[in-house]
């Protein structure tokens, strides 16, 4: 009888110390896989069982409007930053959907600093001239730069497809190509921005068919994200 107690008594301890370890691999699955660090220079949290991290930009947030659009009565009609809102939301969706885990970041958002990630894409929209297409670029100082160009490759190839829209290259500036996050973010970091086309010429795309948007973002970062890389190493400049 005693000896039954025992035995039963020694499975509830073993029952009880599976379902301890099975709620703290939870628990730490989690925060590895939505937690960002809040400090700055701190990068992302260590991952256990983690999903890969995507760091997105919606341009202009929670700093201004950028490019603004009016009417004949010098109403605004439409804004860069809702744009890239919108093409934002909608593009993590759909890489959460795929098993990416996605963070949405403001323009001078303080976690770019140190930010290590799988990638960083920085998403705006053109001036309000009535031209079309659109333009992708990394950091002209990048110490990953085979990285990064295949990562726009990407783009130009999948962006391009899905929306229809010829890349622009000639008016690349430098506020692209020397780009501010460039500077904050881990040198390890793959990172591009893209302009994803023009609010003059393409605002129908943009306002109407931003899903298509959001699939070509989407789709470009699944292209780089499965493609065979070479090291990320950085070198020195």
């Known amino acids: 009888m005693r000896y039954d107690l025992i035995k039963r008594i020694q499975r509830l301890f073993t029952i009880i110390g599976f379902i301890s370890f099975f709620g703290i691999v939870i628990l730490a699955t989690r925060d590895a896989d939505f937690a960002f660090s809040s400090s700055r220079g701190a990068g992302w949290m260590p991952q256990l069982f983690s999903r890969p991290q995507i760091a997105l930009i919606s341009g202009h947030a929670g700093s201004d409007s950028g490019a603004i659009c009016t009417d004949a009565a010098g109403q605004t009609t439409l804004t860069e930053a809702a744009i890239t809102a919108a093409v934002s ?27 290590q990630a799988v990638a960083l894409l920085s998403l705006h929209a053109d001036s309000c001239v009535d031209l079309s297409g659109y333009k992708a670029a990394y950091s002209e100082t990048s110490a990953i730069p085979e990285t990064d160009a295949r990562l726009t490759g990407c783009i130009a190839q999948y962006y391009a497809t899905e929306t229809g829209l010829h890349e622009h290259p000639e008016t690349i500036t430098h506020n692209m190509t020397e780009y501010h996050a460039f500077r904050k973010i881990d040198p390890a970091t793959p990172a591009a921005i893209l302009e994803l086309g023009f609010l003059g010429g393409d605002q129908e795309l943009l306002t109407a068919q931003q899903d298509r948007l959001a699939q070509g973002v989407a789709d470009s970062l699944d292209c780089f994200l499965s493609t065979p890389s070479t090291s990320t190493t950085p070198t020195s400049k």
């Open 89 to 115: 939301a909608k593009t993590a969706t759909l890489l959460q959907q795929r098993g990416y885990a996605v963070t949405i970041l403001n323009e001078f958002d303080e976690r770019l600093n140190g930010l």
